[in-house]
């Protein structure tokens, strides 16, 4: 079965500052890979998502991801952060064997501070 | 935009109760989901549909029953609540059309058994 390891559950940075947050996945077949955000007592909101061509996504809000085959790898990135930003962020791949059901990642909280 | 309503953003009950958590959509989706959200756990899927009167276990089904009569409405239930079962609940839905189509989420219930 597939799985997704998002490989930090807490990244804190300084307002304006750049951010990474990591996601790598099991599956060497064909994927599909979400981003989603979830902002205090909201449900996840779609940031981007990558489905195929081009490897670099951009997605809402500032963010981008970069697919890599060969890493098995979706990692999130934004180059100025703001405190609106701080949000937990889940990383996730479509499982081909449950359908369209989604397998997600633990999460990454991202606190931005001034 | 997709509209997800989750009937209840807070719930208290008692052990041994049946509780039902209602998640209605506007958009006309075919498939729709149930996912429990636990710090540390990120999201897991405890049943999903693909169409009326059809319902599939996730990965944790476990003391929890679903049912679809409607396409717009999918309702969780607890046979009979434990403490275990405290938690965020979180619906979905997405389109037909395959693994590539995103899911869209309503706000969640957070859920407290006693």
């Known amino acids: 079965a597939q799985s997704v390891t998002q490989l930090d559950s807490q990244v804190p940075v300084f307002e304006e500052a750049p951010v990474e947050l990591r996601c790598n996945y099991s599956?060497?077949?064909?994927?599909?890979l979400f981003w989603y955000v979830q902002y205090p007592n909201q449900g996840l909101q779609l940031l981007l998502k990558?489905?195929?061509?081009?490897?670099l996504v951009k997605g809402i809000n500032g963010f981008e991801a970069e697919f890599n085959k060969s890493q098995t790898s979706f990692h999130l990135r934004k180059p100025s952060v703001h405190i609106s930003d701080t949000a937990e962020y889940f990383c996730?791949?479509?499982?081909?064997?449950?359908?369209?059901?989604?397998?997600f990642g633990k999460g990454t909280t991202l606190s931005v501070s001034s | 935009d997709v509209k997800v309503t989750q009937s209840s953003r807070y719930l208290v009950k008692r052990t041994g109760e049946k509780v039902f958590l209602e998640c209605v959509q506007d958009?006309?989706?075919?498939?729709m989901f149930w996912y429990r959200q636990d710090p540390g756990l990120g999201l897991r899927l405890i049943y999903f549909?693909?169409?009326?009167?059809?319902?599939e276990k996730g990965d944790i089904p476990e003391g929890y029953s679903v049912s679809r009569e409607k396409k717009e409405r999918f309702s969780l239930i607890l046979e009979s609540a434990s403490t275990n079962q405290t938690s965020m609940y979180l619906c979905?839905?997405?389109?037909?059309?395959?693994?590539?189509?995103?899911?869209?989420f309503g706000d969640g219930t957070r859920l407290s058994i006693l």
């Open positions: 599956s060497s077949v064909s994927v599909y």
């Open positions: 549909s693909y169409d009326v009167k059809m319902k």
């Open positions: 958009m006309d989706h075919e498939n």
């Open positions: 979905a839905s997405s389109p037909s059309g395959g693994r590539n189509q995103p899911q869209h």
């Open positions: 996730a791949v479509s499982d081909h064997q449950a359908g369209t059901a989604l397998i």
């Open positions: 990558y489905l195929s061509g081009s490897t």
